[in-house]
């Protein structure tokens, strides 16, 4: 697995999660505020496509992944 391919795992899950856990109704359900950081990853997601910089990526790179294409 390459660390673009980590990035958009880890992205994917973090807003499935986050808002498994901010929807009322849900069966998990804790927070509205949830909703947050779901606007956050895909905030973070959107200025990396434009600036091609990406902490998290940064961080898979320095565990050990390889770069990706």
Known sequence: MTSWQAVRVIAGAF???SLALGVPGS???HSVYW???TAFVGANLL???F???CLMEN???KLGL???L
């Open 15 to 17: 807003i499935l999660i």
């Open 59 to 61: 961080i898979m790179r």
């Open 51 to 53: 600036t091609r910089w």
């Open 27 to 29: 069966p998990i359900f």
């Open 47 to 49: 200025q990396s496509g």
């Open 66 to 68: 390889r770069a990706g």
């Open 35 to 37: 909703l947050w950081f």
